[in-house]
């Protein structure tokens, strides 16, 4: 996970939608930091533990590593886990933080505007249930990807785009909080949770059988299981998402080659031309002229 966060100034034109994202962001809290660094945001983001804060604007956070705790004006101080999502409410005193002792990675996304009011004042959510239970879901953290992708891309157009993804992650929470929580068995929740772990590993090369003690499983029926369910192998797995990820930063940003292969967890980038060759047909000299 990159440590990552933008604010955006709204315009007349982003209010008249109706549905109008204000941040995103994503950072990796280490145990015993402090928590927030109010230095990396703006004044009225800001709060201390003491004293907690009101927000204006609809907000929520997704953990997917560590622990943590969240109270407000309408909930008591509530455990939150690895794999959980959080709402802030607009006008709601709120206080949340992570364990000193394992710290913790989130996600956050704020948006404000009369189609989230309509959907709030529906009980769609609600400040009194705050929480859903997402577990390792691979489908929420690449919307998350992708909004922090199309925000650092900030193509013609993009506010509206992340609008879009911003609607479907409450589309997927909806659906998970009334659906389908219980419907997975045990291992395929295991085989999930790697998964996401190898789709937050992109940067770097991974140890597969350190990240095995993590779920746990033994570490061959984890590769024979893994390779059961998706029809390839952890290690290819885990390669095709740092080769796609590579093509996505070829086509949206202006990063060398080599800047992108360190990016993606290869050490030379004669290995990562070659991988991509193979993968794609193209060198990804190419591939980024010819705009594929």
């Known amino acids: 996970m990159e440590n990552y966060r933008k604010y955006l100034s709204i315009s007349s034109f982003e209010k008249d939608w109706g549905f109008h994202v204000n941040t995103v962001g994503s950072a990796k809290v280490g145990p015993n930091k402090n928590y927030p660094n109010n230095r990396e945001h703006p004044i009225d983001h800001s709060f201390t533990w003491d004293k907690g804060r009101i927000l204006d604007g609809y907000y929520i956070v997704f953990i997917t590593k560590g622990e943590?705790?969240?109270?407000?004006?309408?909930?008591?101080?509530?455990?939150?886990?690895?794999?959980?999502?959080?709402?802030?409410?607009?006008?709601?005193?709120?206080?949340y933080k992570p364990h000193p002792h394992s710290g913790w990675e989130e996600y956050w996304v704020g948006f404000k505007g009369s189609y989230p009011d309509q959907l709030m004042q529906?009980?769609?959510?609600?400040?009194?249930?705050?929480?859903?239970?997402?577990?390792?879901?691979?489908?929420?953290?690449?919307?998350?990807?992708?909004?922090?992708?199309?925000?650092?891309?900030?193509?013609?157009?993009?506010?509206?785009?992340?609008?879009?993804?911003?609607?479907?992650?409450?589309?997927?929470?909806?659906?998970?909080?009334?659906?389908?929580?219980?419907d997975t068995d045990h291992q395929s929740k295991l085989i999930s949770k790697a998964k996401f772990l190898l789709q937050e590993s992109i940067e770097n090369p991974i140890n597969l059988e350190e990240m095995v003690k993590e779920l746990p499983m033994g570490y061959s029926k984890f590769r024979k299981s893994f390779k059961e369910m998706t029809g390839i192998s952890p290690n290819q797995y885990h390669l095709d998402l740092r080769l796609d990820k590579a093509k996505e930063l070829l086509a949206s940003t202006?990063?060398?080659?080599?800047?992108?292969?360190?990016?993606?967890?290869?050490?030379?980038?004669?290995?990562?031309?070659?991988?991509?060759?193979?993968?794609?047909?193209?060198?990804?000299?190419?591939?980024?002229?010819?705009?594929?």
């Open 68 to 95: 943590g705790v969240l109270e407000s004006a309408r909930t008591k101080a509530s455990k939150i886990k690895e794999g959980t999502c959080f709402f802030l409410f607009p006008g709601i005193w709120h206080r």
């Open 122 to 182: 529906k009980g769609i959510f609600t400040p009194e249930n705050p929480f859903i239970e997402v577990g390792m879901n691979e489908e929420l953290l690449y919307l998350f990807h992708d909004l922090i992708r199309r925000v650092i891309a900030a193509e013609v157009g993009y506010r509206q785009i992340i609008t879009g993804i911003t609607l479907q992650i409450l589309g997927l929470l909806n659906a998970i909080s009334k659906y389908r929580m219980q």
């Open 254 to 292: 202006n990063l060398t080659i080599n800047e992108i292969a360190y990016k993606t967890g290869f050490g030379s980038i004669f290995y990562f031309s070659r991988l991509f060759k193979k993968k794609n047909g193209v060198s990804p000299k190419w591939f980024r002229i010819n705009g594929l």
